[in-house]
């Protein structure tokens, strides 16, 4: 069977060791060198760049949050041994962790270490399909040529460098299509490299859960409860009309997925789907002037994500959670796209109005989605708002005045609140 040193990179027929250098660390499978979907996930990454960056938190565990009214962004191995798991209430991380040290986020430490891994994957083939910063699908067919070496060596030879130059660490799922290369890279985490094979499918998904599906979240997973699916065997006992009757589009997805069948490509050019912000508040609160002072920042920041990455949207949503971590969500579609502060923060603020005095609310949000390029947005006069013209000239050279002189060059007095 072929085997593979994820150490020192040598390929050898199957054996609990390296034949080189007697690492333990070795993967194999009989379809090792002929398979070319891969799914990379970094290790509790977010987590990782802190202790690369404060050798002072290596071995302690470690929780990156918002504070203590906020939820876990992500969460080290030692923090997830106790249970503490990604967008947990941050008040229940720290009963389950109470030693844990909480570190707010630096996205932009991030966003540097996430533009070196993607560097890094380039280099191995253009058909790369980021899913966030810190995990993506990468397509190597046909490059084998190219490098002088299969695929699933040049996955663990990415994931060496990351470790050597990077200080980071990743897991590698390796099979023929997404599904199967998403859920392989979970088997052995941190640090792994697993491979789900053509001839091995079916007997790998067969007694796994439901719940591994990508996507099926707590309804769905009580929709299929309800039906008396929980495993994959249990899907296959469906027929394909019979599982379309019930779950809609969804059951067709299904039924190809438990015979392990994803015929989704790679894509290198995936269109982004919305642009949003939201705020997780020290203290819940339903004052209006606190929840509309936020409102105006974060469809500030929309704004200016939508315009720096010249884009526009026509749907606007604002997002509540209440005290109970009940979540309310409302959304419009405008007459014309938009990128405007302003028009984002009105449609904000009238939703929020609709949904009256529900409060005391622990976050607000606010998005646009439905996106498309600038050039189709904001175009038409709004003849009920004869103003709204004005004002959006106004937001224009404010926006290049902070160009020139930075963010805080002018503030809104809504802002302040």
């Not at 990077?166 to 299509?177: A, E, P, Q, R, V």
């Not at 982004?272 to 469809?299: A, Q, V, Y």
């Amino acid at each position: 069977m072929p085997a593979l040193c994820r150490d020192c990179l040598t390929r050898f027929d199957a054996g609990p060791r390296c034949a080189a250098c007697h690492s333990r660390r070795v993967v194999q499978n009989p379809e090792l060198f002929e398979l070319s979907i891969a799914h990379m996930d970094c290790d509790a990454f977010y987590a990782s760049v802190e202790k690369r960056d404060n050798p002072e938190l290596e071995g302690k565990p470690l929780i990156i949050g918002g504070g203590r009214r906020g939820v876990v962004s992500t969460a080290c191995y030692i923090a997830r041994i106790k249970g503490v798991r990604s967008a947990m209430p941050m008040f229940q991380a720290l009963k389950l962790c109470p030693e844990a040290i909480v570190v707010k986020p630096r996205m932009s430490a991030y966003v540097d270490a996430s533009r070196a891994i993607r560097a890094m994957m380039d280099e191995l083939t253009p058909t790369i399909e980021p899913l966030s910063l810190d995990e993506a699908f990468l397509d190597l067919t046909g490059t084998e040529r190219l490098h002088g070496a299969p695929p699933a060596v040049m996955l663990a030879r990415l994931i060496r460098r990351m470790r050597n130059e990077l200080g980071l660490t990743g897991s590698i799922g390796l099979s023929h299509n997404k599904f199967l290369a998403k859920l392989a890279s979970d088997l052995d985490k941190p640090h792994g490299f697993s491979v789900i094979d053509k001839a091995g499918t079916q007997a790998f998904l067969r007694p796994r859960p439901v719940r591994l599906i990508w996507g099926v979240g707590q309804v769905a997973q009580a929709a299929l409860d309800k039906a008396g699916i929980h495993t994959f065997d249990d899907l296959l006992r469906w027929d394909r009309r019979d599982l379309h009757a019930r779950f809609g589009s969804m059951g067709d997805r299904l039924w190809h997925l438990a015979r392990g069948e994803d015929h989704r490509r790679i894509s290198a050019h995936s269109p982004m789907k919305s642009i949003s912000n939201e705020t997780t508040f020290n203290e819940d609160t339903s004052d209006p002037d606190i929840l509309d002072g936020h409102l105006w920042r974060m469809s500030e920041k929309v704004a200016d994500r939508a315009k720096a990455k010249a884009m526009a949207g026509r749907t606007v949503t604002l997002k509540l959670k209440r005290a109970d971590f009940s979540l309310i969500s409302r959304r419009v579609t405008l007459r014309d796209a938009t990128q405007m502060a302003d028009t984002i923060y009105r449609t904000a603020r009238g939703l929020f109005d609709q949904v009256g005095s529900v409060g005391p609310y622990r976050l607000i949000g606010a998005g646009i989605s439905d996106l498309c390029p600038e050039a189709d947005a904001d175009r038409a006069p709004d003849l009920l708002d004869p103003t709204a013209a004005q004002r959006g000239q106004a937001e224009r050279a404010t926006d290049r005045i902070r160009a020139r002189f930075g963010p805080d060059a002018i503030v809104k007095g809504r802002a302040l609140r």
